[in-house]
Nanobody, 118 residues
Framework: QVQLAESGGGLVQAGGSLRLSCAAS????????MGWHRQAPGKQRELVAT???????NYADSVKGRFTISRDNAKNTVYLQMNGLKPEDTAVYYC????????????WGQGTQVTVST
């Protein structure tokens, strides 16, 4: 069993920064790739960024150059540094984890709200 817990969301002005954290617990050896997804009102959930256990990253075009995903395997924690935030970044951000063996996005956190004001 795996549990993911996000933190770090909040209200920030456009152009500001936030750092999200996702702490994994339980059977952490079952987690391979991890990432962040988001869902804004009226929009489908979308990929923000992913990172493998080895550190290979992937980003949505909309956040490239502004967001950085990182991973501390020793702490079983994934981070999302968000710089240059825009109002369109407003969403609930979810931490996800892929199951070892190829099952993607098998694990989800409860989400943390990010609101970017004008």
């Amino acid at each position: 069993q795996v549990q993911l817990a996000e933190s770090g969301g909040g209200l920030v002005q456009a152009g500001g920064s936030l750092r999200l954290s996702c702490a994994a617990s339980g059977s952490i050896f079952s987690i391979n790739r991890m990432g962040w997804h988001r869902q804004a009102p009226g929009k489908q959930r979308e990929l923000v960024a992913t990172i493998t256990r080895g550190g290979t990253t992937n980003y949505a075009d909309s956040v490239k150059g502004r967001f950085t995903i990182s991973r501390d395997n020793a702490k079983n924690t994934v981070y999302l540094q968000m710089n240059g935030l825009k109002p369109e970044d407003t969403a609930v951000y979810y931490c996800t984890g892929d199951r070892v063996g190829g099952i993607i996005e098998a694990y989800w956190g409860q989400g943390t709200q990010v609101t970017v004001s004008t």
